[in-house]
């Protein structure tokens, strides 16, 4: 089955550094990845919607600048926290699927964040 | 407006005994629909996918889930849980656009 990576699993920072998440296609060609968020015990919350090689778009009261997504092949984009405090301590997680809107998303493993 | 429910938060089972996850969804007509499994710490996994034809479809480990176009569900079964089953699931779908809307999922767990 296709198979997302994502990269690191974890991550523990101080307050005011920058992090960067990788999320990977590893056996397809993903034309759109998506970029979520989910609190404890909650639902999955849309950050953004990546297509290779335009701008992403993002979710209402999503800060463009605070999350900055970059999808330049089709097989990687990235997200990267900047300036990252507590607030932004959460799970992150991406999904990869073809063009057609029918094709499931494929959703890597998570990244946790916790900012110190 | 479109959405995706789930009406059960946390749904306890013995080992061995039959399970069913509810969902429904609002939309004027049939959307896709998916059923992933969240393991904690981990990402989603496609249990299984409806887009037409067969209303009954199988998915992996052993579930199906049945489409009723006049309950707007979309309700996900096991004939007998196993353990391992204990996780979080969602119902999702996709209406008309690239985006999935999920439900707020269903904690499974199983006793022994």
């Known amino acids: 089955g296709a198979v997302v990576s994502q990269h690191p699993s974890r991550v523990i920072c101080k307050s005011g550094t920058s992090v960067k998440i990788e999320c990977r296609s590893l056996d397809f060609q993903a034309t759109t990845m998506f970029w979520y968020r989910q609190f404890p015990k909650q639902s999955l919350m849309l950050m953004a919607t990546s297509n290779e090689g335009s701008k992403a778009t993002y979710e209402q009261g999503v800060e463009k600048d605070k999350f900055l997504i970059n999808h330049a092949s089709l097989t990687l984009s990235t997200l990267t926290v900047t300036s990252a405090h507590p607030e932004d301590s959460s799970f992150y997680i991406c999904?990869?699927?073809?063009?057609?809107?029918?094709?499931?998303?494929?959703f890597g493993d998570g990244t946790r964040l916790s900012i110190l | 407006a479109q959405s995706v429910t789930q009406p059960d938060i946390h749904i306890t089972v013995s080992e061995g005994a039959s399970l069913e996850l509810r969902c429904n969804y609002s939309y004027g007509a049939t959307p896709y629909l998916f059923w992933y499994v969240q393991s904690p710490g981990q990402g989603l996994q496609l249990l299984l996918k409806?887009?037409?034809?067969?209303?009954l479809v199988q998915g992996i480990k052993g579930f199906e889930a049945e489409f009723k176009r006049s309950q707007s569900s979309f309700n996900l079964r096991k004939p007998s849980v196993h353990w391992s089953d204990a996780a979080e699931y969602f119902c999702a779908a996709h209406f008309g656009n690239e985006k999935l809307t999920f439900g707020t999922g269903t904690r499974l767990t199983i006793i022994p």
């Open positions: 999904s990869a699927t073809t063009r057609y809107s029918n094709q499931p998303q494929h």
């Open positions: 409806y887009f037409s034809g067969d209303t």
